[in-house]
């Protein structure tokens, strides 16, 4: 009871912070789910671009690129929403957690920062990854090498891979923290886990466009 | 080799207005096992005898020496200066009420909290009988529920709390391992439903963004992390209990650590 409620005689009993709680976790799996799988589609280039090709044709044959895609944005938005909840909005609660975080010192506190900032660069840079791919459908590997070696994409790339893979394997970790999956035994094994694992799909994404980089543009296709 | 301990502490009377909040500087020589309370000691007995900080146990039980040690929100009669560098920066807790100095007012926070999460055993029976021989419980079980009444409330797991500083009114680590502790003991009739109506939401539970500065501050090493943890999963399942298929929840509910003795 606050000052807000406290004129309700008895207050309404309701499961939905719960709920939320639940669905924002979900929200969260789903998208390292499908953060992982996108990685590894895409890095099928580093085989060959006929590989990817080969993907970007099935997933466009049975439709799940055309509906897929835009299902992914509204998952993106729908926990945008339920995240927003805890974000630091008030100047006063961001204030006091900057201050906070300086004053301790500590990585997991730092940690929940940077997955604030990341989620804002990520909402801007996801739809625009998401527009440019989607209405410039089919995918093949020379189109995307040609953007990143032509169009400026490099850059934009450079910067969406790395936030976008700490936003993802931070949150991995705190999912588990919070719902006790990761435990103070475990703790320290699922951290390091959890760098290696984050360290590895950035590598593999930088390999990736590297070999984006270097793809011939007007042979074999 | 004895070192020359520089000590810088926060120093702001509230009610005097003259008062501004500034930190001022102290020289104390270190001995063996010198702990931080008695450093400041020696600097109200020889250096100031205005300066504002709470004690009374010297032994890490009474709880009311908490206070922000080089960043880190730390009991002062735990802490020794050995284990800190010659430079030891000294606040108040934040969160809590500033009485004056390194002084905060913890009780009224813990006492609000404690009504807010209903502190006490909860049942049914009508009357209670003094004369009656005490209800028998396991020594395993007495013990668990021992080691999360060691919490001695110095609010550090509060102070240390990215989220409990953002948002006066969220409950707190202390506070969800404290219904913990109810919910382990037989003797509270309370029912998964009934802590939900008191952690079940952004106050309790779901406010808690798991950076677990609480369990890495915690001064009694109360095992936090895990009792969140728990707490969270229970609660959160009970919220979606009839929308997830009963066999799911069940088997969610007892992976990895769990209340297992408790009749839920
Ligand atoms: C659209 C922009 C996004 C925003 C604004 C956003 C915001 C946030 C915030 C603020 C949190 C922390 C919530 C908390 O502490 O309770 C969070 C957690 C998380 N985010 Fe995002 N995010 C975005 C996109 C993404 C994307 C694209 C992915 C994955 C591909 C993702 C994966 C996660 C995961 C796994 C968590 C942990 C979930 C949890 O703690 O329950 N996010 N997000
Ligand atoms: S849980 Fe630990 S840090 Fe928190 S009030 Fe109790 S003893 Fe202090
Ligand atoms: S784990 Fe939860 S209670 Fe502990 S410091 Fe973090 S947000 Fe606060
Ligand atoms: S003086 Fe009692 S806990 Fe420090």
């Not at chain 2, 926060?10 to 501004?20: G, T």
């Not at chain 2, 020594?139 to 021992?146: G, M, R, T, V």
Request: aromatic share 10%; glycine share 8%.
């Amino acid at each position: 009871m606050n000052s807000s409620t406290i004129t309700l005689h008895a207050p309404a009993k309701t499961k939905t912070q719960g709920r939320l709680d639940v669905l924002q976790m979900i929200s969260g799996v789903l998208l390292i789910l499908f953060l992982w799988a996108h990685m590894l589609l895409v890095s099928s280039v580093i085989i060959g671009p006929g590989v990817m090709n080969a993907i970007a044709w099935f997933f466009e044959e049975t439709y799940m690129a055309q509906v897929g895609g835009p299902l992914i944005g509204l998952l993106i938005f729908v926990h945008f929403l339920l995240a927003a909840r805890k974000m630091p909005w008030k100047t006063s609660e961001s204030e006091a957690f900057i201050k906070h975080s300086v004053m301790m010192k500590h990585r997991d506190t730092w940690m929940w920062l940077a997955q604030v900032a990341t989620a804002l660069i990520i909402l801007v840079m996801a739809f625009i990854h998401m527009w440019v791919v989607l209405t410039d459908l089919p995918i093949t590997a020379v189109k995307s090498a040609a953007r990143i070696q032509h169009g400026g994409w490099l850059p934009f790339y450079l910067v969406l891979l790395p936030i976008a893979e700490s936003h993802v394997g931070i949150g991995f970790y705190r999912i588990g923290v919070k719902y006790g999956v990761i435990t103070a035994d475990n703790r320290n094994w699922y951290k390091r886990k959890e760098y290696a694992l984050m360290g590895g799909f950035i590598v593999i994404g930088l390999i990736t466009l590297v070999r984006f980089m270097y793809l011939p543009l007007y042979s074999g296709m | 080799m004895s070192r020359r301990l520089h000590i810088e502490v926060f120093r702001y009377n509230p009610l005097d207005p003259e008062s501004k909040p500034h930190m001022q500087s102290f020289y104390v020589n270190e001995y063996d096992s010198m702990t931080l309370f008695i450093a400041l000691n020696i600097i109200r007995d020889q250096h100031d005898p205005t300066l504002q900080f709470d004690f009374c146990c010297r032994a890490g039980i009474c709880g009311s020496c908490g206070m922000v040690i080089n960043g880190r929100p730390g009991l002062a009669c735990h802490t020794q200066t050995k284990d800190l560098p010659e430079h030891i920066v000294l606040h108040p807790l934040p969160v809590f009420k500033l009485i004056g100095d390194l002084s905060v007012d913890t009780g009224v926070w813990f006492r609000d909290a404690g009504t807010r999460i209903e502190a006490w055993v909860h049942n049914d029976h009508d009357s209670f009988d003094p004369t009656q021989e005490e209800a028998r419980m396991e020594n395993a079980l007495a013990n668990e529920i021992f080691e999360l009444d060691r919490c001695v409330e110095c609010g550090c797991c509060i102070a240390a709390c990215g989220t409990a500083r953002m948002r006066t009114d969220f409950l707190g680590a202390a506070s969800i391992a404290r219904v913990a502790r109810f919910y382990l003991d037989p003797r509270d009739e309370r029912n998964v439903e009934n802590y939900y109506e008191v952690i079940g939401n952004d106050q309790g539970v779901f406010g808690c963004m798991g950076l677990l500065a609480c369990e890495d501050v915690c001064p009694k090493h109360i095992p936090l992390q895990d009792q969140l943890g728990i707490m969270r999963r229970m609660l959160a399942l009970h919220s979606v209990k009839g929308i997830l298929p009963k066999a799911l929840i069940e088997k969610l509910a007892h992976k990895g650590c769990c209340h297992e003795n408790h009749k839920s």
